[in-house]
């Protein structure tokens, strides 16, 4: 019974102190996590505590022991992970932090400072979307998003890390299990793997990259022979429904434009849109979007008016803005009041789209159509997708 009163009290101490934490009192919080640890030197929690306290006030010689005897103690734990992702962290290895809270999180899903920490780690990977909602799970977890003061004192790149004094009889590290291998026990070329992948990393490569193909190929077209290139691209009903081979042309028609106002409409609205939605969705799910939307709006242009020639990325363009329709209409709420504000601006520049398509005889309208459709539907798909998903991981 005394021992069950004794985990009761140091219980709620935790809470306590997790509770002073969150609030901004950062060394009274210390100072609970601290006379926890004193009193239980086996509470993993307490020392967990302790070492994010101490994070919080700049102290990253008692962050690193609190860390080491987390790990030490309960090394296949969620605290373990969160402690892994401290060090980490500290040392600038965001990749690698990243990793660990999302560990710990599939372990303890209700653990605050957890989604906090992973807000804070993907704003630093350049991925504020995601922040941005792993703030918002923070806040829901523990009442607030304002959750700055926790990072405030992690050393930034340029600054030199501290390090635990002299005679300490522990040696921190980032364990390899259950965790992922530490930098130093990489190989050279995976090394040089994910130096490239975080160098990208934000950066809207598939955009670019269409936008450069679609641009060469209009400048290759203005050559002499560069009439061939539409001979052999431009898509047409009747022509792909009396001989199926030339059903390629559903592709590369979007890549021809008739001149020059129409590529750099397109061009822009690709950038414009692509941009965003590509960083929201992921370049490999936003490359489907954009070719399966184009690729569809050719077919309904083709089965609705297969006499009509047409070309152009406008169909695939419109599909990523039915994606990024569909992703804040069903994310509306987790996005709050920006939420309503976005659906107003899509709804908005939809029918701006829609009155043009239909004023103008020269444009596509169904392939816009069939492409805003697409999008729309293949970016709720995904998006109810990644939410069933983030419900099971506890986001």
């Given at each position: 019974m005394e021992q069950q009163q004794q985990a009761s009290a140091q219980s709620s101490q935790i809470e306590r102190g997790d509770t002073l934490l969150k609030q901004g009192d950062v060394r009274e919080a210390a100072e609970v996590f601290a006379g926890v640890?004193?009193?239980?030197?086996n509470n993993p929690a307490?020392?967990?505590?302790?070492?994010?306290?101490?994070?919080?006030l700049g102290d990253f010689a008692t962050m690193q022991q609190a860390c080491?005897?987390?790990?030490?103690?309960?090394?296949?734990?969620?605290?373990?992970?969160?402690?892994?992702?401290?060090l980490a962290t500290l040392n600038q290895r965001f990749d690698i932090a990243l990793q660990e809270v999302e560990h710990s999180i599939e372990l303890d899903?209700?653990?605050?400072?957890?989604?906090a920490l992973r807000a804070y780690v993907l704003r630093r990977l350049g991925q504020r979307y995601d922040g941005a909602l792993a703030e918002a799970r923070a806040g829901r977890t523990w009442g607030t998003r304002d959750l700055d003061h926790l990072f405030a004192n992690v050393p930034k790149p340029a600054e030199t890390l501290p390090t635990v004094a002299a005679g300490a009889d522990f040696a921190p590290k980032i364990p390899t299990t259950p965790?992922?291998?530490?930098?130093?026990?990489?190989?050279?070329?995976?090394?040089?793997?994910?130096?490239?992948r975080f160098a990208v990393r934000g950066v809207p490569v598939v955009t670019y990259s269409l936008m450069a193909i679609n641009i060469g190929i209009f400048i290759l077209g203005i050559f002499p022979g560069g009439s061939a290139l539409y001979n052999f691209g431009v898509a047409q009903g009747n022509?792909?429904?009396?001989?199926?081979?030339?059903?390629?042309?559903?592709?590369?028609?979007?890549?021809?434009?008739?001149?020059?106002?129409?590529?750099?409409?397109?061009?822009?609205?690709?950038?414009?849109?692509?941009?965003?939605?590509?960083?929201?969705?992921g370049s490999g799910r936003y490359a489907f979007i954009y070719f399966a939307s184009g690729i569809i709006a050719g077919l309904t242009q083709m089965i609705i008016l297969p006499g009509v020639p047409f070309l152009g990325a406008s169909g695939a363009i419109a599909g990523i803005f039915g994606a990024f329709g569909a992703l804040i209409l069903l994310r509306r709420r987790t996005l709050g009041p920006a939420g309503n504000a976005l659906i107003g601006q899509w709804l908005f520049w939809l029918a701006i789209n829609a009155?043009?398509?239909?004023?103008?005889?020269?444009?596509?309208?169904?392939?816009?159509?069939?492409?805003?459709?697409?999008g729309f539907i293949i970016g709720a798909i995904m998006t109810t997708m990644d939410g069933r998903?983030?419900?099971?991981?506890?986001?």
């Amino acid at each position: 019974m005394e021992q069950q009163q004794q985990a009761s009290a140091q219980s709620s101490q935790i809470e306590r102190g997790d509770t002073l934490l969150k609030q901004g009192d950062v060394r009274e919080a210390a100072e609970v996590f601290a006379g926890v640890v004193r009193a239980e030197p086996n509470n993993p929690a307490g020392h967990l505590g302790l070492a994010e306290a101490s994070l919080a006030l700049g102290d990253f010689a008692t962050m690193q022991q609190a860390c080491a005897q987390v790990q030490q103690l309960a090394p296949q734990s969620s605290e373990a992970a969160v402690a892994r992702a401290l060090l980490a962290t500290l040392n600038q290895r965001f990749d690698i932090a990243l990793q660990e809270v999302e560990h710990s999180i599939e372990l303890d899903p209700t653990r605050g400072y957890a989604h906090a920490l992973r807000a804070y780690v993907l704003r630093r990977l350049g991925q504020r979307y995601d922040g941005a909602l792993a703030e918002a799970r923070a806040g829901r977890t523990w009442g607030t998003r304002d959750l700055d003061h926790l990072f405030a004192n992690v050393p930034k790149p340029a600054e030199t890390l501290p390090t635990v004094a002299a005679g300490a009889d522990f040696a921190p590290k980032i364990p390899t299990t259950p965790g992922p291998r530490t930098w130093d026990q990489r190989s050279t070329r995976e090394r040089q793997m994910v130096r490239a992948r975080f160098a990208v990393r934000g950066v809207p490569v598939v955009t670019y990259s269409l936008m450069a193909i679609n641009i060469g190929i209009f400048i290759l077209g203005i050559f002499p022979g560069g009439s061939a290139l539409y001979n052999f691209g431009v898509a047409q009903g009747n022509l792909i429904l009396s001989d199926p081979v030339q059903a390629f042309r559903l592709l590369t028609s979007m890549f021809l434009h008739a001149n020059l106002l129409h590529i750099a409409t397109n061009m822009l609205s690709l950038f414009f849109i692509g941009v965003a939605v590509e960083q929201l969705f992921g370049s490999g799910r936003y490359a489907f979007i954009y070719f399966a939307s184009g690729i569809i709006a050719g077919l309904t242009q083709m089965i609705i008016l297969p006499g009509v020639p047409f070309l152009g990325a406008s169909g695939a363009i419109a599909g990523i803005f039915g994606a990024f329709g569909a992703l804040i209409l069903l994310r509306r709420r987790t996005l709050g009041p920006a939420g309503n504000a976005l659906i107003g601006q899509w709804l908005f520049w939809l029918a701006i789209n829609a009155f043009i398509s239909i004023s103008n005889p020269g444009i596509a309208g169904w392939a816009h159509l069939g492409g805003l459709v697409a999008g729309f539907i293949i970016g709720a798909i995904m998006t109810t997708m990644d939410g069933r998903r983030r419900v099971r991981a506890g986001y």
